[in-house]
Protein backbone atom coordinates (compact mmCIF):
# COMPACT_ATOMS: atom_id res chain seq x y z
CA UNK A 1 0.00 0.00 0.00
CA UNK A 2 1.21 3.25 -1.39
CA UNK A 3 0.32 7.32 0.17
CA UNK A 4 1.43 10.41 -0.33
CA UNK A 5 2.06 13.29 2.27
CA UNK A 6 2.48 17.31 1.64
CA UNK A 7 2.96 19.29 4.20
CA UNK A 8 3.38 23.39 4.16
CA UNK A 9 4.21 25.20 7.09
CA UNK A 10 6.00 28.59 8.46
CA UNK A 11 8.62 28.92 10.88
CA UNK A 12 9.87 32.59 11.91
CA UNK A 13 13.29 31.76 11.81
CA UNK A 14 15.34 31.90 8.72
CA UNK A 15 16.47 29.41 6.32
CA UNK A 16 19.95 28.55 7.93
CA UNK A 17 18.61 27.46 11.31
CA UNK A 18 16.24 25.78 9.92
CA UNK A 19 18.26 23.61 7.29
CA UNK A 20 20.74 23.58 10.59
CA UNK A 21 18.35 21.59 12.65
CA UNK A 22 16.90 19.45 9.67
CA UNK A 23 20.60 18.26 9.67
CA UNK A 24 21.41 17.05 13.24
CA UNK A 25 19.87 13.71 12.16
CA UNK A 26 20.72 11.65 15.02
CA UNK A 27 18.08 14.14 17.05
CA UNK A 28 15.19 12.87 14.23
CA UNK A 29 13.61 10.60 17.57
CA UNK A 30 13.34 14.14 19.29
CA UNK A 31 10.50 15.40 16.53
CA UNK A 32 9.72 12.50 14.38
CA UNK A 33 7.04 10.12 16.07
CA UNK A 34 8.12 7.28 13.85
CA UNK A 35 11.69 7.40 14.15
CA UNK A 36 13.46 5.60 17.27
CA UNK A 37 16.91 5.55 16.64
CA UNK A 38 18.90 7.14 13.80
CA UNK A 39 22.71 6.82 13.00
CA UNK A 40 24.68 8.56 10.30
CA UNK A 41 26.92 6.12 8.55
CA UNK A 42 28.69 8.23 6.04
CA UNK A 43 28.84 11.95 5.50
CA UNK A 44 29.31 14.14 2.66
CA UNK A 45 32.51 16.66 1.86
CA UNK A 46 30.33 19.33 3.83
CA UNK A 47 29.42 16.93 7.36
CA UNK A 48 26.25 16.75 5.72
CA UNK A 49 24.47 12.93 6.30
CA UNK A 50 24.67 11.18 2.96
CA UNK A 51 23.69 7.44 4.66
CA UNK A 52 21.70 6.68 7.56
CA UNK A 53 20.68 4.08 9.56
CA UNK A 54 17.37 3.83 11.12
CA UNK A 55 15.11 1.87 13.97
CA UNK A 56 11.75 3.46 13.38
CA UNK A 57 8.09 2.11 13.85
CA UNK A 58 5.54 2.28 10.57
CA UNK A 59 1.84 1.74 11.66
CA UNK A 60 2.70 -0.50 14.64
CA UNK A 61 5.75 -2.56 12.77
CA UNK A 62 9.07 -1.99 13.65
CA UNK A 63 11.33 -1.76 10.90
CA UNK A 64 15.34 -1.08 10.56
CA UNK A 65 16.24 1.13 7.68
CA UNK A 66 19.02 2.21 5.98
CA UNK A 67 18.17 6.18 4.02
CA UNK A 68 20.37 7.70 1.40
CA UNK A 69 20.02 11.43 2.12
CA UNK A 70 21.11 13.97 -0.94
CA UNK A 71 21.50 17.58 0.91
CA UNK A 72 21.69 21.21 -0.69
CA UNK A 73 21.34 24.69 0.05
CA UNK A 74 18.00 25.07 0.40
CA UNK A 75 16.52 20.94 0.65
CA UNK A 76 17.19 17.83 2.38
CA UNK A 77 15.86 14.68 0.27
CA UNK A 78 15.80 11.31 1.45
CA UNK A 79 15.00 7.71 -0.12
CA UNK A 80 14.94 4.37 1.50
CA UNK A 81 17.17 1.67 -0.30
CA UNK A 82 17.07 -1.01 2.47
CA UNK A 83 14.00 -2.48 4.70
CA UNK A 84 13.90 -5.31 6.84
CA UNK A 85 10.30 -5.10 6.84
CA UNK A 86 9.93 -4.67 2.88
CA UNK A 87 9.20 -0.88 3.07
CA UNK A 88 9.82 1.57 0.76
CA UNK A 89 9.84 5.83 0.72
CA UNK A 90 11.25 8.72 -0.17
CA UNK A 91 10.33 12.30 0.93
CA UNK A 92 12.17 15.96 1.05
CA UNK A 93 11.65 19.37 2.96
CA UNK A 94 12.35 22.31 1.02
CA UNK A 95 13.31 25.33 2.78
CA UNK A 96 12.19 29.57 0.83
CA UNK A 97 12.76 32.50 2.66
CA UNK A 98 9.82 34.48 3.03
CA UNK A 99 9.75 38.46 2.75
CA UNK A 100 10.08 38.59 5.99
CA UNK A 101 12.62 36.15 6.31
CA UNK A 102 11.11 33.90 7.86
CA UNK A 103 11.08 30.07 6.40
CA UNK A 104 8.61 28.44 4.37
CA UNK A 105 9.32 24.44 4.43
CA UNK A 106 7.24 22.33 2.14
CA UNK A 107 7.72 18.35 3.12
CA UNK A 108 6.41 15.89 1.04
CA UNK A 109 6.47 12.25 2.06
CA UNK A 110 6.12 9.12 0.13
CA UNK A 111 5.78 5.64 1.54
CA UNK A 112 5.15 2.51 0.89
CA UNK A 113 4.10 -0.20 3.39
CA UNK A 114 3.88 -4.03 2.49
CA UNK A 115 0.92 -4.61 4.56
CA UNK A 116 -2.61 -4.90 3.65
CA UNK A 117 -4.26 -2.17 4.22
CA UNK A 118 -7.31 0.15 4.06
CA UNK A 119 -6.12 2.92 1.78
CA UNK A 120 -8.16 5.57 3.81
CA UNK A 121 -7.03 4.47 7.09
CA UNK A 122 -3.16 4.31 5.74
CA UNK A 123 -3.70 7.84 4.31
CA UNK A 124 -5.38 8.85 7.80
CA UNK A 125 -2.52 7.51 9.89
CA UNK A 126 0.23 9.11 7.80
CA UNK A 127 -1.40 12.35 7.64
CA UNK A 128 -1.97 12.52 11.35
CA UNK A 129 1.41 11.36 11.80
CA UNK A 130 2.50 14.17 9.53
CA UNK A 131 0.80 17.28 11.57
CA UNK A 132 2.42 15.42 15.02
CA UNK A 133 5.94 15.58 13.62
CA UNK A 134 5.30 19.39 12.08
CA UNK A 135 4.17 20.72 15.62
CA UNK A 136 7.53 18.55 17.14
CA UNK A 137 9.97 19.72 14.68
CA UNK A 138 8.67 23.50 14.62
CA UNK A 139 9.10 23.04 18.70
CA UNK A 140 12.59 21.89 18.09
CA UNK A 141 13.69 24.45 15.71
CA UNK A 142 12.67 26.85 18.40
CA UNK A 143 14.60 25.02 21.34
CA UNK A 144 17.73 24.92 19.40
CA UNK A 145 17.51 28.63 17.99
CA UNK A 146 17.19 30.02 21.41
CA UNK A 147 19.89 31.19 23.63
CA UNK A 148 20.60 27.71 24.70
CA UNK A 149 20.71 26.64 21.19
CA UNK A 150 22.04 27.45 17.53
CA UNK A 151 21.95 31.11 18.53
CA UNK A 152 22.81 33.61 15.70
CA UNK A 153 24.57 31.55 13.31
CA UNK A 154 26.23 33.59 10.37
CA UNK A 155 27.38 30.38 8.54
CA UNK A 156 27.11 26.75 8.34
CA UNK A 157 30.29 25.72 8.56
CA UNK A 158 31.33 21.87 8.48
CA UNK A 159 34.68 21.22 9.43
CA UNK A 160 37.04 18.29 7.62
CA UNK A 161 36.95 15.23 9.27
CA UNK A 162 39.83 14.48 12.85
CA UNK A 163 41.10 11.25 11.53
CA UNK A 164 41.08 8.54 14.92
CA UNK A 165 41.13 5.17 15.27
CA UNK A 166 38.36 2.98 14.71
CA UNK A 167 38.22 0.69 18.13
CA UNK A 168 38.97 -2.91 18.22
CA UNK A 169 39.39 -2.37 14.35
CA UNK A 170 42.75 -0.91 14.09
CA UNK A 171 41.97 1.29 10.97
CA UNK A 172 41.42 4.73 10.78
CA UNK A 173 38.37 6.37 10.65
CA UNK A 174 37.02 10.13 10.76
CA UNK A 175 35.26 12.05 13.54
CA UNK A 176 33.38 14.77 12.68
CA UNK A 177 33.02 17.70 15.50
CA UNK A 178 29.83 18.01 16.81
CA UNK A 179 28.38 15.15 15.73
CA UNK A 180 28.19 11.86 17.72
CA UNK A 181 30.44 9.43 16.74
CA UNK A 182 30.09 5.94 15.15
CA UNK A 183 28.49 3.55 16.88
CA UNK A 184 28.53 -0.08 16.52
CA UNK A 185 24.72 -1.66 15.63
CA UNK A 186 25.37 -5.52 16.64
CA UNK A 187 25.95 -8.04 14.57
CA UNK A 188 21.66 -7.99 13.27
CA UNK A 189 22.11 -4.28 12.31
CA UNK A 190 24.03 -4.31 9.08
CA UNK A 191 23.58 -2.84 5.47
CA UNK A 192 22.61 -5.64 3.00
CA UNK A 193 19.93 -6.50 5.44
CA UNK A 194 16.17 -6.93 4.19
CA UNK A 195 15.25 -6.25 0.60
CA UNK A 196 14.53 -2.94 -1.14
Not at 139 to 144: Q, R
Request: charged share 25%; proline share 7%; net charge negative.
Amino acid sequence: MRTKTDHRFVIDIDPGQVMDALLMIEQMPDWSPSHQDVRVATRDKHGRPKRVYVSANLMGRPDRQVVEYTCTENRVEWRVSESSAGAGGKGWFDLAETEDGATEVWYHSEVYLPIPAPGMLLKRSARREGDAMISNFIAFVESVTGLQGLGDVEEASYAEPAAYEQPGLGEPGYAQPGYAQRLDYGRNFEPGFGTA
